[in-house]
């Protein structure tokens, strides 16, 4: 399994509408890290976007994962830059494989 970085950009002025969906984007997250999918999440202290770190087959896999994402469904999604990711040093290293 490899390790991406993805970096969530959110749609301006989508605060309501994130609001709205955020229960079933954080109950699907919750069902990914339970499944050891997702390694860690949250968002940007501006509001801006968010980070979340997951383990996947590869890119084609996870960019399939991410449509299934709440947020993707209620539009406020502006742009996502997933990269492929190698923690060397910390609790995310052992997934390194």
Same mark, same amino acid.
Not at 45 to 59: H, P, R, W, Y
Not at 77 to 84: F, N, P, S, W
């Given at each position: 399994?490899?390790?991406? @970085? ?7 002025? /989508? #605060?309501?509408?994130? #609001?709205?969906?955020? !229960? ?23 509001? @801006?976007? @968010?980070?979340? &770190?997951?383990? /996947?087959? +590869?890119?084609?896999?996870?960019? +399939?994962?991410?449509?299934?994402? !709440? ?5 406020? &999604?502006?742009? &996502? ?6 923690? &060397? ?9």
């Amino acid at each position: 399994m490899t390790v991406f @970085a993805v970096e969530y950009v959110y749609v301006a002025d /989508s #605060d309501a509408l994130r #609001d709205e969906a955020r !229960p079933a984007h954080r109950a699907w997250l919750g069902e990914l890290a339970e499944e050891n999918t997702l390694l860690a999440s949250g968002p940007y202290g501006d509001g @801006a976007g @968010a980070l979340l &770190i997951f383990k /996947s087959a +590869d890119e084609t896999q996870l960019n +399939d994962l991410l449509k299934e994402d !709440p947020f993707a469904a209620a539009g406020v &999604i502006a742009g &996502i830059r997933t990269t492929e990711w190698s923690p &060397i040093i910390g609790v995310l290293a052992a997934h390194t494989s």
